[in-house]
């Protein structure tokens, strides 16, 4: 137990379909990360937020929509997605830092994996 | 734009046996680096920070060690177990979020 927890843990949806992954820490940080974890390549930083505000986005792209409405939670919004987009997405918080760097120590949730038909 | 490149891409060992796991990254300008453990079909747990001012840390059979200036980073397992097969990864923090490497996949053969 990591002190953040995403759900769902698995999810399998069509290219036309709408879906939305959440992420809650229960540490006090104030920095929220979503990566992304495909096979054969490292983890790619997808959103960060500070203070619940989003800094840094990394383009990518808009079928995927982040959100944050407190310092405890963050979601990933999904819509349109291709076959490409299955990963595992995971979800981390640290206690400082999240857009210029310098972060915490970084906690990671069990992550959802994500299957696009 | 920071690199992360660990070495070996995969390793196996018999149980027992005392091994070193390396991470190299191209700017040495980092604020830490981090160790995690990643289980098959999981997220990642972390295992040791180490602040750039430092040298190394340690936690039980684990120790890492820091060389800012030459870009390198090892993890020391000490007498290994089964239970230590996981794939682990190496991040650097700068001016920039979390840089990860790919990863060394370990298995430890009972």
């Not at chain 2, 794939?87 to 979020?97: E, K, Q, R, W």
Request: hydrophobic share 30%.
């Amino acid at each position: 137990e990591t002190g953040v927890t995403q759900t769902p843990r698995h999810l399998v949806m069509g290219m036309t379909n709408k879906k939305s992954l959440k992420c809650e820490q229960h540490l006090g940080h104030n920095a929220m990360y979503w990566y992304k974890q495909s096979a054969k390549k490292p983890l790619e930083l997808m959103f960060v937020y500070s203070l619940e505000e989003r800094v840094e986005n990394n383009s990518v792209p808009s079928r995927f929509s982040p959100e944050c409405p407190n310092s405890s939670h963050l979601f990933l919004h999904l819509h349109t997605l291709q076959p490409e987009d299955s990963a595992l997405y995971l979800c981390a918080s640290s206690h400082t830092g999240g857009t210029g760097g310098r972060n915490g120590e970084l906690f990671f949730g069990e992550g959802s994996r994500l299957t696009v038909l | 734009k920071q690199e992360v490149t660990q070495i070996p891409a995969a390793l196996s060992v018999p149980e027992g046996e005392n091994l070193v796991l390396n991470c190299s990254f191209t700017d040495s300008a980092i604020y830490n680096l981090q160790w995690f453990r990643q289980d098959p079909g999981k997220g990642l747990t972390s295992l040791l920070l180490i602040q750039s001012s430092q040298r190394e840390q340690t936690s039980g059979r684990l120790n890492a060690s820091l060389d800012k200036s030459s870009g390198r980073s090892t993890l020391y397992i000490a007498a290994s177990q089964p239970g230590d097969s996981a794939t682990y990864l190496c991040a650097v923090s700068g001016n920039t979020p979390l840089v990860f490497g790919k990863g060394t996949r370990l298995s430890v053969i009972a």
